[in-house]
C-alpha cells in the first residue's frame, strides 16, 4: 500500500491536512492510498537554506514508509507563482525520483473554506445568512475575514476548527472558486499517477 507524507507548516495543518486529503482520495476511489502523519516545519523555518532539503529528507526515510510527499503552505505574502517554482526545484534536487508536489494555498488555507462558505452555512460558528466572498484567495486575513461570517461572540479557534471545516467544506465549489485548492486536486492525481507509474496503485 503506497504511503503520501505530507509536509505541513502549522499544528492544525497536521490534523486538517490528512483530513482533506482523505476526502480526496475518497472522491478519486484511491482508499488504498495511505496519508501518513505530516512533517511539521515552520513557514518561516522552510524559507531557510537547508530547511526544506531537511524535512523532505526526514520525510523520505520515515519508518512508515514514504512513496510520495505533498508539501502544503500558505503562501501568506509570498508570490505563489515564484515560491512555488523554487520549492519545487529544491526538492526535485534533494529527492531525485521520489514523486513529490508543493502547492501553497494563496494567501491562506482558509480561503478555501471562504471559496465554498454557503456549504459551512450553521456550522461551526458560520452564520446561516453568510455572503459568498467575491476573490476568495484575495484577502490576506483569511482568518478574519472567515470571522466576520460567524455568528456575534463566535471566534476562530485555529487548531479546532481548520480541521472540522476541512471534514466538510465543498470541495467541488472551492476548486470552482479557488485555483490554488484546483492546484491541489490536480497535484495529487499527478502523485497518484506517478505512483502507479512505479506499480505502487
Given amino acids: 500500500m503506497p504511503t ?11 490534523e486538517s491536512v490528512p483530513v482533506l486529503l482523505r476526502r ?15 512533517v511539521r516545519i515552520g513557514r518561516l523555518k522552510i524559507l531557510r537554506p537547508g530547511e526544506l532539503e531537511r524535512a523532505l529528507r ?75 466572498v467575491e476573490d476568495p484567495e484575495a484577502p490576506r486575513d483569511a482568518k478574519g475575514r472567515l470571522v466576520q461570517l460567524m455568528t456575534v461572540g463566535r471566534t476562530y479557534v485555529e487548531v479546532d476548527d481548520q480541521p472540522a471545516l476541512a471534514a466538510i467544506f465543498d470541495m467541488q465549489m ?11 486536486v490536480r497535484d495529487v492525481q499527478a502523485l497518484l499517477e506517478q505512483l502507479q507509474r512505479l506499480d505502487f496503485v
Fill in 4 to 14: 503520501i507524507v505530507p509536509i505541513v507548516e502549522g499544528h492544525s495543518e497536521v
Fill in 24 to 38: 480526496l482520495l475518497a472522491e478519486l476511489r484511491r482508499l488504498d492510498v495511505t496519508i501518513a502523519h505530516p
Fill in 58 to 132: 526526514y520525510a523520505r526515510f520515515r519508518t512508515e514508509g514514504c512513496d510520495a510527499i505533498l508539501v502544503v503552505l500558505d503562501a501568506d505574502d509570498d508570490a505563489p507563482c515564484k515560491l512555488g517554482p523554487q520549492l519545487v526545484t529544491l526538492a526535485g534536487q534533494t529527492l531525485a525520483e521520489l514523486p513529490c508536489k508543493v502547492v501553497l494555498a494563496k494567501r491562506e488555507l482558509e480561503s478555501w473554506f471562504l471559496g465554498s462558505i454557503e456549504s459551512l452555512r450553521g456550522k461551526r460558528g458560520i452564520a446561516d445568512d453568510a455572503e459568498p
Fill in 174 to 184: 472551492a476548486r470552482r472558486r479557488c485555483p490554488s485548492f484546483d492546484k491541489l
